[in-house]
């Protein structure tokens, strides 16, 4: 099965514990199917895909706090309701690399102070949708705004023969046990005191592995 490349901020409680549990991390469209209080309550068909957990995309609609990127986002996410509506969403969709030396160099590219991040193996989830783009075509709209790249970028083409593929998945994926152990060792030294070491260790012993 092929296995990709997830990067997380060993200083964030939240997904360190949730990935800690039991090793499986859900995107929140996914998990809305489960719970419906998952997705924003909004008239705006573009602002309903933010979750009630939102990713750092999300983040950034919601707080405006850069407003290019925002609408850059905006015409994205329309377009993707527009003709794309089977492929997952950049505002809730879980984000993952290629195994592989390229795919390393996006994360690094896109987390260039990464002291306090670690990129794990995952492996995707049975019945999850994966769509892969070639990030090119975001960071040339982001210069020059043609209706031609955001299209591109939906239809999965290749920017050119380097190309830089990201992957928007609509569903989950899981890490390995030794992957497991290392963010509990992590979610006890840097985040004990927020979450409680007797909830911490009541709740590992429950998620045995």
């Known amino acids: 099965m ?8 060993l200083t964030n409680w939240h997904v360190c514990w949730n990935l800690s549990l039991n090793g499986v991390l859900a995107s929140a469209k996914f998990l809305q ?3 419906p209080s998952f997705i924003t309550n ?33 015409e994205f996410e329309k377009a993707r309701q527009e003709q794309f509506q089977n492929l997952p969403s950049r505002f809730n969709c879980l984000w993952v690399a290629e195994n592989s030396e390229n795919g390393e160099e996006i994360i690094n590219k896109m987390f260039p102070q990464k002291e306090d991040r670690k990129s794990f193996v995952v492996e995707i989830l049975p019945e999850s949708i994966i ?7 975001y960071e040339i709209f982001y210069q020059d705004e043609k209706r031609e ?4 970028y939906w239809l999965g083409k290749p920017f050119n023969e380097e190309a830089r593929w990201e992957f928007l998945i609509d569903g989950g ?15 006890r030294e840097k ?19």
């Open 2 to 9: 092929t296995k990709y490349l997830h990067s997380i901020d």
């Open 33 to 35: 199917k489960c719970n």
């Open 42 to 74: 909004n008239p705006s068909p573009i602002i309903s895909e933010i979750t009630s957990t939102p990713t750092p995309t999300g983040i950034v609609i919601l707080t405006d706090s850069y407003p290019k990127r925002a609408k850059i986002e905006k």
């Open 131 to 137: 769509h892969k783009a070639d990030k090119r075509w």
């Open 149 to 152: 790249y955001l299209l591109n």
């Open 173 to 187: 994926f899981k890490i390995s046990k030794e992957d497991i152990l290392f963010l509990r060792k992590i979610v």
């Open 191 to 209: 985040h004990g005191e927020r979450l409680g070491k007797d909830l911490i260790e009541r709740l590992y012993q429950i998620n045995s592995i």
